[in-house]
């Protein structure tokens, strides 16, 4: 089993859909959870943090389930300029080296 | 810089030579990561540098791969006797700490021909 798994998609919706991608980790002592996006041929970039309590930036809600080992990203009000792939990642252990999935490909249409 | 550095932006190698990829991190970061990812892949994790604790190699995948971090802050990449397998983008990342999040420079597209 992947240590990160997600949805590979891909999603293909209309904008001002609302989306929302989910992610599973497997060791239940991970520390800290992120959402990065990825454009085709750019490097990643940081979309948010996620926290305990659940956290909300603009149109971007992420949600962590400590106790499912579960992590959710949705998208409200999906824009052209969302189309990316979305990465979820886990820092996990000692070693405190990051995790990434295999990421979900979101794609917006006109 | 205010972001992480990575140089050269792009490396076409012929089979069996060797390779330096050189990461200059955002300054003050004390952690300092190495991904490489194929066309169409995810990340792999290659090695972790967190202050003066020793790396975290485990992601190396073969003894031709190598890495340092010289002082705390740049590092490099070497990858001895290149095969066109280890054909691919080479990214690093830099983070303030060991809890917070990364940056990613733009990473090096290597081309092993």
């Known amino acids: 089993r992947k240590e990160v798994e997600q949805d590979p998609g891909p999603f293909n919706v209309p904008e001002g859909a609302t989306v929302a991608f989910n992610c599973t980790y497997s060791?239940?002592?991970?520390?800290?959870f992120f959402w990065y996006r990825q454009d085709c041929r750019k490097e990643p970039k940081l979309l948010m943090s996620?926290?305990?309590s659940g956290n909300e930036d603009g149109r971007f809600t992420a949600q962590l389930n400590r106790a499912s080992q579960y992590i959710s990203l949705l998208i409200r009000d999906s824009k052209l300029s969302d189309s990316a792939t979305y990465l979820c990642?886990?820092?996990?252990?000692?070693?405190?080296?990051?995790?990434f999935g295999s990421g979900t490909q979101l794609t917006v249409l006109p | 810089g205010a972001g992480v550095s990575q140089s050269p932006s792009n490396k076409v190698t012929e089979k069996g030579k060797d390779v330096e990829l050189r990461c200059d991190p955002i300054?003050?970061?004390?952690?300092l990561y190495w991904y490489r990812q194929s066309l169409g892949q995810g990340l792999e994790f290659l090695i972790y540098?967190?202050?003066?604790?020793?790396?975290?190699k485990s992601g190396l995948p073969s003894d031709r791969f190598s890495a340092e971090r010289t002082g705390g802050s740049v590092s490099t990449l070497t990858i001895q006797r290149t095969q066109q397998e280890d054909s691919a983008v080479y990214l690093c990342?830099?983070?303030?700490?060991?809890?917070?999040?990364?940056?990613f420079g733009q990473g090096t597209r290597l081309t092993v021909v």
């Open positions: 540098f967190q202050g003066n604790s020793a790396p975290d």
């Open positions: 990642v886990v820092r996990t252990g000692s070693a405190r080296q990051l995790t």
């Open positions: 060791n239940s002592a991970s520390q800290s």
């Open positions: 996620v926290y305990s």
């Open positions: 990342a830099s983070s303030s700490g060991m809890n917070t999040e990364a940056f």
């Open positions: 300054s003050g970061h004390t952690a």
